[in-house]
């Protein structure tokens, strides 16, 4: 068996290899086309990353207020409704059944639609970290907050959250890692990611080693490129002492 990597030169349209991997004057060539799906990858996965962190620190902070029973009911119920449904029936939801019940979703794009199913199933699961990284707190920082006149909200934003972000890093990078992968379902709606052009070149090609191979590696580059960054964040923010220090706390 041998590999022709010359594929990816190939026109998409006459299958003969272009003089330029990069096609001119109209001629778009598999590399072209898996680039263009890099690129819309990359753009469902950060809207849906942006929309799950608001999301889920949102919910995730509901759900640690005290004396507010209803509030960590609802915090809960959201949690419990986008974690245990799987994420393609999720998709599938968004795409048939809730346009028929709200209207105004009708005219969405299958692109917005992707990226709201992805971000509120990965919401569910960052509020589980955001909630548990308040909690390992010591409760003495948010009596102290209090005690020094902040309201609840700005004990909130100005002692808990910060403290709390810092702890939650690890398994928060490995969630925005998680939502790359996790983009690939987007094919099962027609949105013209990596995923699809996979599917699609090496029907078209019968180069499907190749092909998968290239998207792969998009895929591992993608993660580890955001795994690198949270890195880099995790150790301008991290304070000497405090996770130990944390992790032995009271509540």
């Not at 929309?51 to 949102?58: D, E, T, Y």
């Not at 794009?109 to 709201?116: E, H, I, K, R």
């Not at 920082?141 to 309201?151: D, P």
């Not at 090609?205 to 964040?233: D, H, P």
Request: hydrophobic share 55%.
């Amino acid at each position: 068996m041998s590999w022709d990597w010359q594929v990816f030169c190939q026109s998409t349209i006459s299958q003969d290899v272009a003089p330029s991997c990069f096609g001119k004057g109209g001629d778009i060539t598999y590399l072209d086309w898996m680039l263009s799906a890099w690129g819309w990858t990359m753009s469902v996965s950060l809207l849906a990353l942006a929309l799950a962190l608001v999301a889920g620190s949102v919910i995730g902070t509901l759900r640690t207020l005290q004396n507010r029973p209803m509030i960590v009911r609802l915090g809960n119920a959201w949690v419990e409704l986008f974690r245990n449904i799987p994420l393609l029936v999720q998709i599938f939801l968004w795409y048939h059944v809730l346009p028929s019940v709200f209207p105004v979703l009708k005219g969405a794009p299958g692109f917005a639609l992707v990226v709201l199913a992805l971000g509120f199933f990965t919401s569910a699961r960052i509020a589980e970290q955001v909630r548990a990284g308040i909690q390992t707190l010591p409760s003495g920082q948010r009596y102290a907050g209090l005690a020094m006149g902040f309201t609840t909200l700005q004990t909130y934003r100005y002692v808990l959250l910060p403290m709390a972000f810092r702890i939650i890093i690890p398994p928060l990078t490995s969630e925005m890692m998680n939502i790359f992968k996790n983009s690939s379902v987007a094919f099962a709606v027609s949105v013209a990611e990596l995923t699809m052009f996979a599917m699609q070149a090496q029907e078209e090609t019968a180069r499907g080693i190749e092909v998968y191979l290239a998207v792969t590696a998009l895929y591992i580059i993608s993660a580890l490129a955001i795994n690198r960054i949270m890195v880099f964040i995790e150790k301008r923010v991290r304070i000497p002492g405090m996770a130990g220090g944390a992790a032995g706390g009271h509540r």
